[in-house]
């Protein structure tokens, strides 16, 4: 995503962010299509990544996640706490191959923005506040000895807004998206490099380097009680 696009898909967070405040005042109920419990959600997506501190080349594959969700139901509110994992060894350039594990723990409220309608069914439209906690580690596999690698980390701490919609299909099934994005954030990062002594010093991440977005699709159905599945 080019800086442009991004500092615009981030003004318009903020902008819905501040409608949202304006909504939070209101006798608007959050209106049960969460459901309050646990929500354990597995996915699948396509991923590239480019490491400026081994080259300039990009990376790309398939990296699945697993999250676990906790929500709970307020009467003008929902909260949200959410861990999430994603890992793989396949993320590739032609013969060269780099193992990517993501860490993200993501915090926050949401606020019901509208509810309106589509294929003649209920959408109902969600905007919050979150923090963010997030790692990533990219471990490029080395073809120079067995003890030849290289680890690139980076950690962000970030302010954001989160958007969230739902549609019911049924009282059991539901299809979602939501949109995370960081509008500031203060990390750090780093490499260590056994291949040589120059290692990289950590370095501190402007808030516009340091942007951490991510978008989902998908079904949720309740399985039992309190307990979800997501897909």
């Known amino acids: 995503m080019k800086q442009s696009q991004l500092i615009l898909l981030l003004a318009q967070l903020l902008s819905l962010l501040l409608v949202a405040g304006k ?3 209101q006798e608007v109920p959050a209106g049960g299509v969460f459901g309050p419990g646990l929500t354990v959600e597995y996915g699948l997506g ?19 996640y697993l999250r676990v969700n906790w929500c709970r139901e307020h ?11 994603r890992t793989s060894s396949a993320i590739r350039n032609y013969s060269v ?11 926050g409220f949401l606020y019901p923005l509208l509810q309106t309608s589509l294929f ?13 906690i997030f790692v990533l580690m ?37 299809a979602e998206s939501s949109l995370q994005a960081g509008l500031l954030s203060l990390g750090i990062r780093a490499v260590d490099d056994e291949m040589s002594d120059d290692a990289a010093a950590p370095k501190v991440l402007t808030p516009l380097a340091g942007t951490n977005a991510s978008f989902r699709l998908g079904l949720r159905y309740r399985l039992s009680g309190a307990f979800y599945g997501r897909l």
């Open 23 to 25: 909504a939070a005042g």
């Open 46 to 64: 396509s991923y590239s990544v480019t490491d400026e501190y081994f080259s300039a080349e990009k990376y790309s594959g398939t990296l699945p």
């Open 75 to 85: 009467e003008r509110n929902i909260y949200q706490l959410g861990l999430e994992v």
């Open 97 to 107: 191959s780099t193992d990517i594990m993501q860490f993200s723990l993501v915090q």
């Open 120 to 132: 003649n069914r209920d959408v109902h439209i969600f905007v919050g506040p979150s923090t963010e």
């Open 138 to 174: 990219n471990t490029q596999d080395l073809a120079v000895s067995a003890l030849g690698f290289g680890l690139s980390t980076s950690a962000l701490i970030s302010l954001g807004a989160r958007a969230e919609i739902v549609m019911p299909l049924s009282p059991k099934l539901s």
